[in-house]
């Protein structure tokens, strides 16, 4: 099982970024995808679920209104468009499949994560 990150990067408050996570290894369709983040000095933490067939989704409190997780089957990738970004959303950005209540369910498969940087 593999899931690489990508889409991260540097944006001033307000803006917007589309992560991507594609998904290798396993039957993705399958299977619910989470996106979490971690903040310096802070544990990692619940973002964004998505089920196996993008009908359900849930999120933190935090970023309700402003992400959207999405998936493409057909491709393997699941998405996360953030918008209206806060400086507070600064993290390194992962993905893993996960219960829709945000409980990862193969922590052997974290990536290397995506670095997002939200500036003032």
């Known amino acids: 099982v593999q899931l690489v990150e990508s889409g991260g990067g540097l944006v001033q408050a307000g803006g917007s970024l589309r992560l991507s996570c594609e998904v290798s290894g396993r039957i993705f369709s399958a299977y619910a995808i989470g996106w979490f983040r971690q903040a310096p000095g802070k544990e990692r933490e619940f973002v964004a679920a998505i089920s196996w067939s993008g009908a359900s989704t849930n999120y933190v409190d935090s970023v309700k209104g402003r992400f959207i997780a999405s998936r493409d089957n057909a491709k393997n990738t699941v998405y996360l468009q953030m918008n209206s970004l806060k400086p507070e959303d600064t993290a390194v950005y992962y993905c893993?499949?996960?219960?829709?209540?945000?409980?990862?369910?193969?922590?052997?498969?974290w990536g290397q994560g995506t670095q997002v940087t939200v500036s003032s």
């Open positions: 893993n499949y996960a219960t829709l209540t945000g409980i990862p369910t193969d922590i052997s498969s």
